[in-house]
Structure formats: structure tokens, C-alpha cells
């Protein structure tokens, strides 16, 4: 019963019971209590005052344990409201602790202060529209849709290595190919993963020109990479002076210029070749067996032997031994015979 109503019906009841003694006796009724005489008053107010004190110690009742039920109650929504905090922050990949006013309900949640929640299919008609619009969004990212964290509420909560963070980078690099390009221009802004991404998606989407700045970064891998993008149709920009440009912040070995000697052989005359690799071995002994194959292929053979006979007999072997059977008229291709492994042993 709602206090208000429980004053006016026990107002009501004492009046009630003054009336109805009044109506048996009317008469007056004076007696002394602890040597005090007390006055003479109807026999109807005398009954009508326990009544009164009892039902004024009732309501007092009610108040003092009303006030404590109703804050109890408003702890237990508090602490609702935390469990709802605590599964957003899990949710949004940033758990923390939360303080809770029942001891018990904090221990059955505590695990979630240190962990995230993995999302499976769920219906979410009777989550609340906190929780709701969260997944929506956790959910958008997890599927591989980008989504402009600038517009969402609890993005202003999220570190730059939060994985949510780092898996909407990704996104962003996946939906706009230019993307990659900021991140590589604010390389500090972004977890490495991300900027290793970017590195990856600018050479499967921009050409030599654009990330000539980039070549270092790049490596040695990445830029096989773009030269194994050009084709007839498009040569990317690609031409000696950007070759050099990249190439001066590679460390190249013996192999890494066998497989760019096979890449050059599609994009230069046979001229432009021999003077590119001509100038790597001057500054390069790794440039040779590349420098060797080149000749091999032009059938340049007496060019080949001056070279072996600057070197030692242990050097080249495979080269020695194919100009041999050259020599001998046997029509062996330098591909059918010199590879890796023996050319830069």
C-alpha cells in the first residue's frame, strides 16, 4: 500500500473509532497516571489516542523500512546499469572494472573486466538500446564494413590498438584503395599491422610514381610485387630512372638480381639492359651471374667468356659449363639450364 493512502485510511480509522465510542458513551473520563492527573476528556478521545499513537508508529514503520526497500531497489538498478557498462566495454574491446554495490553480483561478472565478448548470431528485440545499437556497429566492423568511427558514440572510448579500431582500419583499406596512401603518409597515427596492410594494398592498387617516396618502406618483396603487376596494357610508370630510384634503398643479392634481370627482359630493349646491368656490376660483384644471364640470352657469348676469364675457374661454373655446350653448338637455353641455385653458388 502507497503511504499516502495508508495515512488517510488510518486517519479515517481513528476518527472511525472516536465517533462510534462516542455514539455507545458519550460521557467524560478523568484518571491520574504516574502522580499526574490528567484532564477530563470524552471516553471517545481517550480510546481514539493509542489508536493514534499506533497507527503514527506504523507509518513511521513504514517510512524507515520503505526508505530502506527503495534504496536497496535503487542499488540493485545501479547495479543493473553496471552489468550493462561491463558488457559494452567487453563489447567494445576496452574491458574495465566496474564497481558494484552487491558484493556477489560483482563476483559472478568479474570476468568480464579482462575480456571481450565474441559475437555469435543472436536476437536482439530484448537487449537494451544501449547493447543494441553497440552490436550493430561491433557487428558492421567484425563483418568487413567500414564504418566512420567519427559518428559513433563510443568511439571517443577506444584506444588506437583497440582491435575494433585496427579491424575498422582494415576495412577502410579494403573499401578505398587512397586510404592506403594516408596511412602511409601518417605512419605514426597507425598500429603497425595496419600500416603493413596499407603497404600491401598501395602496391596492388597505385604505381611506381606514386610510391617512389615509399620505396624503403616497401622492401625488396613489395617491389617484385608491383614489378609483377605491369603488364602490356599498363607499365605502371615503370622506366629506368624509377628502377634506379627504387633500387638504391634495396640491399639486392645474387638472387634478387636474377629475378629482376627475368622482369627487365620484358620492359627494355636489349641495349637499355646490358647498360643497366653493365653499371650494376660495377658497383655490385652479386650483379654478375644476373649480368651473365642477360648476355646469355642476347647470345652474347664472347661478351660472356671475357668476364669468366676475369674471375676465377671455382666461379660460374654453371655459366662455364653452359658456355661449353654453347660453344660445342649444343642448343641448350639459358633458362632450360641456369636457375638459382647454381647460378649464385
Known sequence: MKIGLYIISALLFVIATAVAVYMINPGTYSFDAFGIHLPNLPLSIWIAIPVALLAIFSILHMIVYGTKAYLNNKKWKNDAKRVEDTVYWSLIKEPTVVDFAHDDLKKSIALLFNSTLQLKDYDTSELTPKIKDTLKVVRDIENGKFIDLSRVKFAKHLSEDNELVILNHKNHLNEEANFALKVLDFKDKYPKEVYDLALDKAVETQDFYTLKKYAKELGKERFFKLLNRIDKKNDLGFNQEILLDFLKNYDFDCKD?????????????????????????????????????????????????????????????????????????????????????????
Open 257 to 345: 638480381y636474377l629475378r629482376l634481370v627475368e622482369k627487365l627482359l620484358e620492359q627494355f630493349n636489349p641495349d637499355e639492359n646490358l647498360k643497366i646491368f653493365k653499371e650494376f656490376v660495377s658497383k655490385d660483384e652479386d650483379a654478375t651471374s644476373a649480368y651473365l644471364y642477360l648476355l646469355f640470352r642476347y647470345e652474347l657469348l664472347d661478351k660472356v667468356e671475357d668476364i669468366l676469364d676475369e674471375h676465377d675457374k671455382d666461379e660460374y661454373k654453371a655459366f662455364r659449363a653452359l658456355l661449353i655446350l654453347k660453344r660445342n653448338k649444343h642448343n641448350f637455353k639459358v633458362f632450360d639450364f641456369i636457375n638459382e641455385e647454381n647460378a649464385c653458388k
